[in-house]
């Protein structure tokens, strides 16, 4: 969503899985279906093991000297 960006990706191997950690920062929490959106454009893991997508979203709050620049609210005006 506006405002929204990719902060950090890691990756984990382990035995039966690769843990990809994304770090999501922003004023618009993710939903279920847009993460499964992000997960399912990745490529498949090099190894052939499952990948287990995990996202942590840390909301953040954009001001300007005017105001807000991005709010929770449909309205662009705040």
Same mark, same amino acid.
């Given at each position: 969503?506006?405002?929204d960006y990719l902060a &950090?990706?890691?990756?984990? !191997? %382990? $035995? !039966?899985?690769l843990i990809?950690?994304?770090v999501v920062r922003g004023p618009h929490p993710l939903t279920p279906e847009q993460v499964a959106?992000?997960?399912a454009k990745m490529r498949p893991? $090099? !190894?052939g093991l499952v990948t287990d997508f995990r996202v942590r979203f840390v909301q953040t709050t954009v001001i300007t000297r005017h105001?807000?620049?991005? %709010? &929770?609210?449909? &309205?662009p005006g705040g």
């Open positions: 969503m506006e405002g &950090d990706v890691r990756y984990q !191997n %382990t $035995p !039966n899985a990809v950690r994304a959106a992000m997960e893991a $090099p !190894n105001g807000l620049l991005f %709010t &929770d609210s449909e &309205d």
